[in-house]
């Protein structure tokens, strides 16, 4: 069965230190991939998605993420965090053709941002 | 500007009643859908609809029952029979699956409070 695994809970990182956020994702075919971030007490945002092409995508707020096929990971990076990036982050896996376009997500990684 | 709405953001009831939580919106998507959020649970899926007139079960659809008689909707209720209904309610819709990328827009979410 899909699944997605993000293996860390809680993230604290420094005002202009750089971020990565793991997913590791368990599909039989080509992944959908997504990023989604929720503010507290807000719906989620979409941040990027991959489909095929290029496996680096860029996304908004400055965020980007891999698609590594070998390795099973959409990691998620920002190169410089700003305290406003302080949220829960969701990476999502979703099959476009058999499962009437659900989306599998993971526990989320909650991201606390140190002044 | 197209979105979708979720009212009312907060509410309260007491155990034994029934409550319906609305979700529309304006983004002429065909699929809609039903998640519930619990602290470190991520999102599970209760419901979701591809077209009018049509839905299907998620994974934790126990206790819920929904519509979807115009496109615009899908309304979600909470029975009686729902044995822990407290939690983070999100409404979320996507163009259907064969009509290309199916990312998930999200509304802002309802708090249910069950006493």
């Known amino acids: 069965a899909q699944s997605v695994t993000q293996p860390d809970i809680h993230i604290t990182v420094s005002e202009g230190a750089s971020l990565e956020l793991r997913c590791n994702y368990s599909y039989g075919a080509t992944p959908y991939l997504f990023w989604y971030v929720q503010s507290p007490g807000q719906g989620l945002q979409l941040l990027l998605k991959y489909f095929s092409g290029d496996t680096l995508v860029q996304g908004i707020k400055g965020f980007e993420a891999e698609f590594k096929r070998s390795q099973s990971s959409f990691n998620l990076r920002k190169p410089s965090v700003h305290w406003s990036d302080a949220a829960e982050y969701f990476c999502a896996v979703g099959d476009l053709y058999n499962q009437g376009g659900k989306l599998i997500f993971g526990q989320g990684t909650e991201l606390s941002v140190k002044p | 500007d197209g979105g979708i709405t979720q009212s009312p953001k907060y509410l309260f009831r007491k155990e034994g009643q029934n409550v319906t939580l609305s979700c529309e919106q304006n983004l002429n998507h065909d699929a809609m859908y039903w998640y519930r959020q619990d602290p470190g649970q991520g999102l599970r899926l209760i419901y979701y609809?591809?077209?009018?007139?049509?839905?299907q079960k998620g994974d934790i659809a126990e206790g819920y029952s929904v519509s979807r008689e115009k496109k615009e909707s899908f309304p979600l209720t909470v029975t009686s029979a729902q044995k822990n209904p407290t939690a983070f309610y999100l409404c979320a819709s996507s163009r259907a699956p064969g009509q290309g990328v199916n990312e998930q827009y999200f509304g802002p979410g309802t708090r249910l409070t069950v006493t």
């Open positions: 609809s591809q077209i009018v007139n049509d839905f």
